[in-house]
Nanobody, 125 residues
Framework: VQLQASGGGLVQPGGSLRLSCVVS????????IGWFRQAPGKEREGVSYIGDSRKFYADSVKGRFTISRDNTKNTVYLQMNSVKPDDTAVYYC?????????????????????WGQGTLVTVSS
């Protein structure tokens, strides 16, 4: 299983960016994706989750970020709107086979089995 995150870059405060996570190696669409981020000097934190139909967001991004998936393209997206300097971080996507995750644990990194390489998002004027 491989995950390829892309779409990062430099964006001005208030702007938008869409991250993509292309997933390969699963034999079906039954997998869960989490987006995490790690800012300089900070621990990695959960940003968003998508399972079969349920979606979750960290409070810090709720109402600004939207997660979606296109199973025909094996891709999960993270649409980032109204970005702030605090959103600056390396963003990672992670996957877990199936939809059996205890939903209250979606922020826990150890719940995911596979990780992408990360894509850097810099929010600055």
């Amino acid at each position: 299983v491989q995950l390829q995150a892309s779409g990062g870059g430099l964006v001005q405060p208030g702007g938008s960016l869409r991250l993509s996570c292309v997933v390969s190696g699963f034999t079906s669409d039954s997998y869960t994706i989490g987006w995490f981020r790690q800012a300089p000097g900070k621990e990695r934190e959960g940003v968003s989750y998508i399972g079969d139909s349920r979606k979750f967001y960290a409070d810090s991004v709720k109402g600004r970020f939207t997660i979606s998936r296109d199973n025909t393209k094996n891709t999960v997206y993270l649409q980032m709107n109204s970005v702030k300097p605090d959103d600056t971080a390396v963003y990672y996507c992670a996957a877990r086979r199936g939809f059996n995750m205890i939903l209250s644990t979606w922020r826990q990194q150890e719940r995911y089995d596979y990780w992408g390489q990360g894509t850097l998002v810099t929010v600055s004027s």
